[in-house]
């Protein structure tokens, strides 16, 4: 338990969750995410390989399943699953703990990844770039992500964030990873880039070049990689996977919100 006592913190290697539940049934429901979660990363180890591949692909491993799902509608484009792999933990713990009698609302935060449970009347306000939005039991979305190249993931885009509200933890995370990759200006001189691999040996990249750092930016060119993003962020929107979008760069901001929120 972290210090407040009211949010449980569960590490293993390189997953770090803070759960949180309300208080009618916090104790049981914090009982099944430490069951739920002390396998989770052997699972995923087993089948490392594949889930570096690009999709489509068809692991076996429920987690593992959930990663091919959200990323599997993507193809062709090039993405694999560990681009869901932060979401995907959080939906699966949180999938274990909404069994849990009595539960009103729960949330997991792997990282920046969130998977939410609400009932009826229920909320969850989440913060974004100048202000928050709050999502209601009645809206569809259950997954919010964030990604931008400065974060813990390797991007090969310029966004300083794009957040993402989806149906699944997972869905937001890889769907917020391409649309970050999208934010970009390819050729550009403000912008370092170098192989993934040379950065980090394992990484699913491979060679492609991932953002290092990016310089000044003339605010047509700040608009222009926006506008990139964006367009690939309504793409996903009209084709419903995803339900919203939030893009940020240089203190330049695009969004397409859902109808249901409070922005």
Known sequence: MLPDGVRLHLHHGPID????????????????????????LEELVAELPLLRSPAPVAPLGPVARRMARAVNPFAPVFI??????A????????????AVSGLSKAWINNGGDVAFHLT???????????????????DPSRGLATSGWSGRSQSLGIA?????LASTGAEADAAATLIANAVDLPGHPAIARRPATDIKADSDLGQRPVTTA????????????LDAGLAVADDFVRRGL????????????????PETADA
């Open 160 to 164: 300083d964030a794009v957040t993402v």
């Open 120 to 138: 009826r009347s229920q909320t969850f306000t989440a913060a974004m770039p100048g202000g928050s939005l709050t999502i209601r039991h009645s």
């Open 214 to 225: 990016v310089g000044p930016l003339a605010g047509r060119d700040t608009a222009r990689a």
């Open 80 to 85: 694999t699953p560990m681009a869901a792999v």
């Open 87 to 98: 979401g995907a933990v959080a939906d699966e713990v949180l999938a274990a703990m909404a």
């Open 17 to 40: 969750l803070i759960v949180w539940a309300d208080d009618a049934a916090r104790r049981v429901a914090f009982d099944r995410a430490i069951k739920r979660f002390r396998t989770i």
């Open 242 to 257: 995803i339900h919203a979008a939030h893009l940020t760069l240089n203190g330049a901001t695009r969004a397409t919100l």
